[in-house]
Nanobody, 113 residues
Framework: QVPLVQSGGGSVQPGGSLRLSCAASGFWFSDYSMHWVRQPPGKGLEWVSRINDGGEEIYYGDSVKGRFTVSRDNAKNTLYLQMNNLKPEDSGVYFC??????WGQGALVTVSS
C-alpha cells in the first residue's frame, strides 16, 4: 500500500492555476505535519510549504507566498496545494511528504506559453 498518492499537475500557461492533491493511507494522517516540496528541471529540491497536523499553522517559501495555498482535509486523509498565478519558474515535479520522510510519487507541473 502506497502511503501517499498524488494527483493533479499538468501543463498551464503563465498566470494559470492548478491544484495538486495527495491522498494518504496506512498511517494516521491527522497526527502528522505535511509538506510540499518541488524539484525544478535540472535543479535540487526546493521546499514549498508546510501545514501542521490540525491545519492551523501554515508556512510557505518566499517564492510561492501569496500565490500558493496549502490545505488539508483530515476527514478525507488528503492534502492539497492550490497554485495560482503560476510562473514558468514554478515548473517542476511536486512532491507531498509526511515529515520529509515519506514521499509521494511526484506530479509534474509545466508552466509555459
Amino acid at each position: 500500500q502506497v502511503p501517499l498518492v498524488q494527483s493533479g499537475g499538468g501543463s498551464v500557461q503563465p498566470g494559470g492555476s492548478l491544484r495538486l492533491s495527495c491522498a494518504a493511507s496506512g498511517f494516521w494522517f491527522s497526527d502528522y505535519s505535511m509538506h510540499w516540496v518541488r524539484q525544478p528541471p535540472g535543479k535540487g529540491l526546493e521546499w514549498v510549504s508546510r501545514i501542521n497536523d490540525g491545519g492551523e499553522e501554515i508556512y510557505y517559501g518566499d517564492s510561492v507566498k501569496g500565490r500558493f495555498t496549502v490545505s488539508r482535509d483530515n476527514a478525507k486523509n488528503t492534502l492539497y496545494l492550490q497554485m495560482n498565478n503560476l510562473k514558468p519558474e514554478d515548473s517542476g515535479v511536486y512532491f507531498c511528504s509526511q515529515g520529509l520522510e515519506v514521499w509521494g510519487q511526484g506530479a509534474l507541473v509545466t508552466v509555459s506559453s
